[in-house]
């Protein structure tokens, strides 16, 4: 009885493979045991514990699912939950070494901080090349390079003109506030770094009433876009549209969503003296603690959740026997990095009602079939 | 071949001249792995269900084969009883991770008070 729990409950890690891998708690599998779906029991046991959100980053425990279900929050969040991001760019001037179509494609990549919650998918053929309040950002960037005529012998621009440098100069917003509507091109310090700080946002219809001028920018001040030399320009317009990773990667949310299973580690047998400290050096850093008993230093599993499940014990003979190493099957310990678009956490809801949508669609769909 | 009803994103293919209902193939357009797994492990967690599967038949087609065989409901009652208990788990996933986002946050600002009120 208890193998068969084992068999249901967990990934054994072996020193030649992995042993019960899949789920098999299905009706009919196992004599003695209810397999039915049960909403009240499935309510029982599920649980979510919040380990750390700090800034863009969160982890956090989902315990009592299957895999099936949590695989699809991790790929919604990849691909499916949307944002915005530049989509169209119409090139005026480009002067720069850097060629329009690499260009346009390194602008596609910026992530734009605007709640894509606040905007359509913009319908393609219906406005033509116009984008609408409901479902268009736009953005400009106009730069000029000129010579700094104060300049002596200066053969690095970066070197001599470190001050200048546009990356390296701070409050941006105040810069773009300070700039007039008109097309007037900002100049470019002799470094020539073209940087998202230059991206300048321009309402369109009744968008300056609902959001203030930092609510739309792009996340970062300091990725470098282009570099421009004396004489150098780029004048430039593009259309931030709404769309999900799975069209294309540069709508992905997060920079990674994962999980990994709680890891479980077993002594079957005491372990004391020079053995104790070989088997502390197979595992990470913190999992197995050795105490000082009487004299005596013996084993003991302190965190086997920071444990990385190398299998590095069953390399050795003296110990592979001596231990046991699982996985948790249905505990899930989620780690989701945003791109700063969105808080992770309001990322993770997001994901949730992706799948919910899809299965209310497909019932809806369902009953327009049957009514055929 | 006979005309299946068909809407935008559900097909359902014809089973034939005996229409024996407890055996369907659906086809669901823009999907792929992330709804089909996670049906079909809840789709077979129905007592019901003699088999649940689905496959994807070309990596460049946007869609998916979902194939359900019951002991005698109609399959698409099973679909439809999966479809909700999946929409069920989401609603409860959901409020569940709120809560607890609401927990941390309400806990760590507390512990951040107690850290000024020593230092003060």
């Known amino acids: ?372 | 071949m006979t005309s299946a009803p068909v809407t935008k994103n559900l097909e359902l293919i014809s089973t034939g001249s005996d229409e024996d209902e407890t055996c369907r193939t659906f086809i669901f357009r823009n999907e792929d792995h992330t709804l089909g797994n996670a049906l079909r492990y809840i789709i077979m967690k129905n007592p019901d269900v003699q088999f649940c599967g689905y496959s994807v038949p070309h990596p460049s087609e946007n869609k998916i084969n979902f194939r359900i065989q019951t002991f005698g409901v109609p399959a698409t009652e099973v679909l439809k009883k999966g479809l909700k208990d999946l929409n069920k788990v989401c609603d409860h996933v959901l409020q569940t991770f709120e809560s607890s986002m609401r927990d941390y946050r309400s806990s760590n600002s507390l512990g951040a008070a107690m850290d000024t009120s020593d230092q003060g």
């Open chain 1, 1 to 372: 009885m208890e193998r068969i729990k084992n068999i249901r409950t967990k990934v054994e890690l072996q020193e030649h493979g992995l042993e019960n891998v899949h789920s098999t708690d299905f009706p009919g599998t196992y004599e003695g045991f209810d397999d039915a779906w049960d909403h009240n029991k499935f309510k029982k046991n599920f649980r979510i514990d919040v380990v750390r959100l700090a800034g863009d980053e969160l982890e956090f425990d989902m315990v009592g699912i299957d895999a099936a279900i949590a695989n699809a929050f991790r790929r919604i969040l990849l691909s499916e939950v949307p944002t915005m991001a530049i989509e169209k760019v119409f090139i005026y001037n480009n002067t720069s070494i850097i060629q329009d179509e690499v260009l346009a494609h390194r602008l596609g990549l910026i992530p734009i901080k605007a709640d894509p919650r606040m905007f359509e998918y913009r319908q393609e053929g219906e406005t033509g090349l116009e984008g609408r309040e409901t479902d268009t950002l736009e953005f400009q960037l106009k730069v000029r390079c000129t010579k700094n005529v104060n300049t002596k012998e200066a053969t690095d621009p970066d070197e001599l003109y470190r001050d200048h440098k546009a990356t390296k100069r701070r409050k941006p917003v105040k810069h773009h506030a300070a700039l007039p509507n008109s097309v007037r091109a900002i100049i470019i310090g002799p470094s020539g770094s073209v940087t998202t700080k230059h991206l300048k946002w321009i309402p369109i219809g009744n968008q300056s009433q609902i959001f203030k001028e930092g609510d739309i920018r792009p996340v970062h001040d300091d990725i470098l876009i282009a570099k421009l030399r004396p004489g150098q320009e780029i004048d430039i317009k593009m259309h931030c549209v709404k769309g999900i990773g799975k069209d294309h990667a540069k709508f992905s949310p997060v920079a990674t969503a994962s999980y990994r299973l709680l890891p479980e580690i077993t002594l079957t047998h005491q372990i004391e003296g020079e053995l104790a400290k070989k088997l502390q050096r197979c595992f990470s850093p913190g999992v197995i603690e050795v105490d000082n008993i009487n004299g005596k230093e013996y084993a003991r599993v302190a965190h086997a959740r920071r444990d990385t499940c190398s299998r590095e014990v069953f390399r050795h003979d003296d110990l592979k026997d001596y231990v046991q190493l699982h996985k948790i099957r249905d505990h899930f310990i989620f780690s989701v990095e945003s791109t700063g678009v969105l808080p992770p956490e309001v990322l993770v809801s997001e994901a949730i009602k992706v799948l919910k949508g899809k299965c209310r669609a497909f019932l809806h769909e369902l009953k327009e079939v049957a009514d055929m």
